[in-house]
């Protein structure tokens, strides 16, 4: 029996997580969850799983349920999704977070030796140096979510590390990947949430139409795997297929496949080294399938990638600087405060002004991340009042 802290329970990696765990209640238990908003269905998870603890939004809310559900203990915030990880009974912490919260509830259950199933990508974009440093120290193991690094690290089981000469990241292109620049200009929040491959939540969905979600891909890779920049390429894939490359030496191509279906690469970190059949598995058929077409990348078109691999060459704090001006403008955008393409320029100019620092703690790296947040929405209300 493995237990399980799962954060963002709610969301669409948690949801495929909770899926995973009922339909192996024999091999996992639900010890601690997180959620920040959707009461209703945190209600149903509790019912359902039984936890010992539940971190949620606000205090208010935690509260609210300690009155409902006594035996469960509850906390809120940061605070909350720390002591969710860091319970003494908890095996393995699933991080399905969205954003730079997922950052110290991370690292603070590496320092309490907890396994990782890292699924926030953004844990590794801002403090990657910090992160893997401290998995090193404390011996803690960092299983990756994500379908396309779930692949390369399938893809290198066996391998010897010296013989890999590239990963290639694949990429759907999002939303607009048939879009010139110029109809970019006016396009919609419901257009830019309408991903032809993948439901996944808003801010992820923004992320990969404007191509970011790809280029904090790349700067993840760089930290799980630990090659250089000039190593990882991205290719366009329309059909979500094959999942991500791994080059040899040799020049032989080493290929994840399979349906579009985030358990896959969910459960697999859960049972990993193992592998378990896919309750109710989604049709997938090779032959039906018949073609895989890749294209390059225009970085003309997606200069947020280009930016990206950019900004992780620079590395230090210039990446924590990079995710949180995107966050900002991704929000801003969904609030309808400002235009598609803005989300561009004011990533771009925020990278721009910005001043590079060394790494040095976690401190440092949350402060960077709010004052360039803070910078953003600045920017932000001057153009609103042009």
């Excluded at 899926?19 to 959620?35: D, G, H, M, P, W």
């Excluded at 939303?175 to 006016?186: A, H, I, M, P, V």
Aim: glycine share 8%.
């Amino acid at each position: 029996m493995k237990n399980i802290c799962l954060l963002g329970a709610t969301g669409s990696i948690g949801t495929n997580a909770l899926e995973i765990i009922k339909a192996y209640s024999n091999r996992f238990r639900l010890v601690s969850f997180s959620f920040n908003q959707n009461i209703t269905l945190g209600r149903q998870i509790i019912d359902q799983f039984a936890p010992l603890y539940v971190a949620v939004g606000t205090d208010k809310m935690a509260v609210m349920l300690q009155k409902e559900f006594p035996h469960v203990s509850f906390g809120y915030g940061i605070k909350g999704l720390i002591e969710a990880a860091t319970l003494s009974e908890v095996d393995l912490v699933l991080t399905g977070l969205t954003g730079s919260v997922g950052l110290e509830p991370t690292l603070a259950a590496i320092e309490a030796r907890k396994e990782i199933a890292l699924a926030n990508k953004e844990t590794l974009v801002m403090g990657g140096e910090l992160v893997m440093a401290a998995a090193a120290k404390q011996k803690v193991r960092i299983l990756p979510v994500d379908s396309e690094h779930s692949a390369i690290f399938q893809c290198l089981a066996g391998q010897r590390r010296e013989d890999v000469s590239e990963l290639l990241i694949t990429a759907s292109g999002g939303s607009f990947r048939d879009y010139t620049r110029e109809q970019l200009k006016g396009v919609t929040v419901e257009a830019a949430l309408n991903h032809p491959n993948w439901v996944m939540g808003p801010k992820i969905t923004i992320d990969s139409a404007t191509m970011m979600n790809k280029g904090l891909e790349v700067i993840e890779a760089r930290w799980l795997f630990g090659l250089n920049y000039d190593k990882i390429k991205v290719v366009l894939h329309r059909q979500s297929i094959i999942h991500s490359m791994v080059i040899m030496s040799d020049g032989a191509y080493l290929a994840q496949l399979g349906a579009s279906d985030m358990r896959e690469p969910i459960q697999y970190a859960l049972t990993y080294p193992e592998r378990l059949p896919i309750k109710e598995p989604k049709k997938f058929d090779l032959a039906a399938i018949g073609t895989l077409q890749f294209e390059e990348l225009d970085v003309v078109r997606f200069p947020l990638l280009k930016l990206a691999f950019e900004v992780g060459e620079i590395g230090g704090t210039m990446p924590t600087a990079l995710n949180g001006a995107n966050e900002i403008a991704v929000a801003a955008f969904l609030e309808g405060r400002i235009s598609y393409l803005e989300i561009e320029y004011y990533v771009q100019q925020a990278v721009a002004d910005y001043q590079v620092q060394a790494v040095e703690s976690l401190e440092q790296l949350l402060a960077e991340d709010q004052r360039v947040r803070q910078y953003v929405n600045e920017k932000i209300k001057e153009g609103a009042r042009r």
